[in-house]
């Protein structure tokens, strides 16, 4: 049997374990980074996985080629054909400023998966994953 002091720390120590856990929970759900290179950095790792990777018919005669790295302040990701890399995109899919304000052109926006990759883009910028 603990005596009331002892009842009393324990209690203080529970409370406290439990406070610190809710302030834990509030530091770790941090805020999304809105600038344009975190955003298309989401966007391209996205878009590999639910693109390219996954076997979607869509984009079967495409490989992601992203120029992350712009010295134009324009960090984009580019939708190319699989077997002429050189060519030109298919897909263009570009931010700027912060927060970022983003731009998609190109023959597959323009065609039948348009809406699916506006919504997609839409999605994985604001901090949402999956496909």
Not at 17 to 35: E, F, I, M, N, W
Not at 36 to 56: H, I, Q
Not at 88 to 95: R, T
Not at 113 to 120: L, S
Request: hydrophobic fraction near 45%; glycine fraction near 8%.
């Amino acid at each position: 049997m603990l005596s009331s002091s002892r009842c009393g720390a324990a209690a203080a120590l529970t409370a406290l374990a439990l406070l610190s856990g809710c302030q834990a929970g509030k530091q770790a759900a941090s805020t999304v980074d809105r600038a344009a290179l975190p955003t298309m950095e989401r966007v391209a790792l996205n878009a590999n996985t639910c693109w390219f990777k996954s076997g979607d018919k869509a984009f079967a005669d495409y490989r992601l080629a992203p120029e992350l790295n712009s010295f134009s302040g324009r960090p984009r990701i580019l939708a190319v054909p699989r077997h002429k890399p050189e060519a030109l995109p298919a897909l263009v899919v570009q931010a700027e400023g912060s927060p970022a304000r983003l731009d998609a052109f190109g023959p597959l926006i323009d065609g039948a998966t348009g809406e699916r990759i506006r919504r997609d883009v839409q999605r994985w910028a604001a901090g949402r994953s999956g496909c």
